[in-house]
């Protein structure tokens, strides 16, 4: 398997992160399991591809390669590791929400429109990742990390107000826990899909 073909595998596999992302979505809107154990299938399959793509990257770096396609091989042995970290990232998102459910804890309805506007912004990066894996376009680049910071804020500000609502007795402690979780795992989804655009390129 050369580098094209490592490169189709490595854009399957951030397609498959970003079905996991929309599984999760539905599975904590509308409560059902169903969707978090597709997601959780898929975070299995996502594991799978990456211990097999590791061991295709470390066979043809064994192989006479170009200096820059050294370069690009190291690149996208990154970006497998980095998705596999998203497929985790993902992973505790599930766990959190299988707790919320099987806990009955509820968020503010204020609360779970500032998750939802976080998450939606987090998939954007990730989706816009995906079409940068494709292309790599330097336009496109910028505005995956320009997004990555928007969510960073949010996640910050909406921490912050949370806090307040628990501080004035609208949410318990154990739900405050699991919605700061939500965030901070929904903040390191769009780093990572930054830091895989930064692989490549100025």
Known sequence: ?????IKTQVILMADKVYDMLGLIEKGFM???????????????ELNEMEKSLTRRVLDLSKTTLRKP???ELVAWQQVIESLERM???????VERIE????????FSDMGV???????GIMKK???MMRLFLKGKSEELKGRIIDNGLAVKA????????????????????????????MLDFTGNLARHSSSIVTLFGK
């Open 125 to 127: 990066s990730v989706d």
């Open 99 to 106: 707790i919320k459910n099987a806990e009955h804890l509820l």
């Open 113 to 119: 429109a500032q998750f939802n506007e976080t998450y």
């Open 154 to 181: 949010l996640v910050q500000r909406y921490r912050q107000e949370h806090t307040k609502r628990l501080v004035k007795g609208i949410c318990t402690p154990i739900a405050a826990n699991m919605y700061f979780d």
């Open 1 to 5: 398997m050369g580098i094209d073909e």
């Open 69 to 71: 396609d050294e370069k």
């Open 30 to 44: 509308e409560h059902k399991s169903e969707f978090l154990s597709g997601a959780m299938a898929r975070e299995r």
């Open 87 to 93: 497929g985790d990232e993902a992973a505790n998102l």
